[in-house]
């Protein structure tokens, strides 16, 4: 059902001042970019076939800003790659797995992605994730 971790989120206020850190540990900025419809400016950090996902607000209605308000800056997600994104959904939720997103939404990368509930998930956010290989 699942490839591999695609990437791990981390919440963060600011990803120039969490890239000092990282930096530090010797990993390099791929790319940024913004994710308008989840008001979000992500930036991947490559470690092997991992990605570090930094995750700043935009907004302060977005997920990202409500998570640090409640939690503070960490983890926010784990991603795990994988195939028609569509049917995993499906065959999720018919094994009893609430879901966040029924159908796949875009995100970063142009990859097809979608939510599991957290309380279905023991307390972690998880994101299936179709990635795009262009």
Do not use: W
């Not at 503070?72 to 999720?92: C, M, P, Q, V, Y």
């Amino acid at each position: 059902m699942v490839n591999k971790i695609s990437h791990i989120g981390i919440a963060v206020h600011s990803i120039d001042e969490a890239m000092k850190f990282y930096q530090k540990l010797g990993l390099e900025l791929e790319a940024t970019e913004i994710v308008e419809s989840q008001k979000v400016k992500v930036a991947f950090l490559p470690v092997g076939e991992v990605r570090i996902e930094l995750l700043e607000a935009t907004s302060e209605h977005s997920t990202i800003a409500k998570f640090i308000a409640k939690k503070g800056e960490g983890i926010h997600h784990i991603a795990f790659s994988t195939d028609n994104i569509r049917d995993r959904l499906k065959e999720i939720e018919e094994k009893g797995i609430r879901l966040i997103d029924k159908l796949p939404r875009l995100g970063a990368h142009g990859a097809n992605i979608g939510f599991l509930h957290p309380k279905f998930t023991h307390g972690v956010l998880v994101e299936l994730c179709e990635e795009n290989d262009n």
